[in-house]
């Protein structure tokens, strides 16, 4: 786990709460934005994973480099 996981569920976790406040009040525009965050969350949930698997691609073949992004 890394920090894109991390912020990734925070993003999924806030923007579910949006979400579900705009359809508790009918607001529109606060559905809209929790379910962008949402979406980010996601996102920043698979940056992670394609991150994780670099890096144990890269140990499994014994190299020493990091990912530079």
């Known amino acids: 786990m890394n920090k894109d996981h991390v912020n990734g ?5 806030v923007g579910s709460a949006k979400r579900k406040a705009g359809e508790l009040t009918g607001d529109t525009q ?9 979406v980010k969350g996601n996102l920043e949930n698979a940056w ?16 020493n480099h990091e990912p530079t992004v």
């Open 30 to 38: 606060l559905q809209v934005k929790g379910i962008a965050q949402q």
């Open 9 to 13: 569920a925070i993003d999924k976790l």
């Open 48 to 63: 992670g994973n394609a991150k994780d698997a670099v890096r144990e691609a890269n140990e499994e073949s014994g190299g």
